[in-house]
Nanobody, 122 residues
Framework: QVQLVESGGGLVQAGGSLRLSCAASGHTFSSFTMGWFRQAPGKERAFVAVITWSTESTYYADSVKGRFTISRDNAKNTLYLQMNSLKPQDTAVYYC???????????????WGQGTQVTVSS
């Protein structure tokens, strides 16, 4: 298990940017594939982006490709999500999560943060 704490959410106008951070503790951060997921009101939790532990390959949901960038700093045990050109439909609670396998399926992620709210106004 790894403990995860997100930060950086907030209210931003459409077209603006935010950077989310996820601080990890309790285990070897570099051994985990890390992901960002989001959940909008009334909707299921959805995949946003993943960065693998082995090659740091990145994968994105089609809805955020070209606008969001996932990265990790293993020396700081921190995961990031740079979000640019934000849209009102990006409004959601954003969660970081850790998995022992390379996956984008939320079911494969065993550790989750508490979430951080991102609200994009039109």
């Amino acid at each position: 298990q790894v403990q995860l704490v997100e930060s950086g959410g907030g209210l931003v106008q459409a077209g603006g940017s935010l950077r989310l951070s996820c601080a990890a503790s309790g285990h070897t951060f570099s051994s985990f594939t890390m992901g960002w997921f989001r959940q909008a009101p009334g909707k299921e939790r959805a995949f946003v982006a993943v960065i693998t532990w082995s090659t740091e390959s990145t994968y994105y949901a089609d809805s955020v490709k070209g606008r969001f960038t996932i990265s990790r700093d293993n020396a700081k045990n921190t995961l990031y999500l740079q979000m640019n050109s934000l849209k009102p439909q990006d409004t959601a609670v954003y969660y970081c999560a850790a998995a022992l396998s390379n996956s984008i399926d939320p079911e494969d992620f065993g550790s989750w943060g508490q979430g951080t709210q991102v609200t994009v106004s039109s």
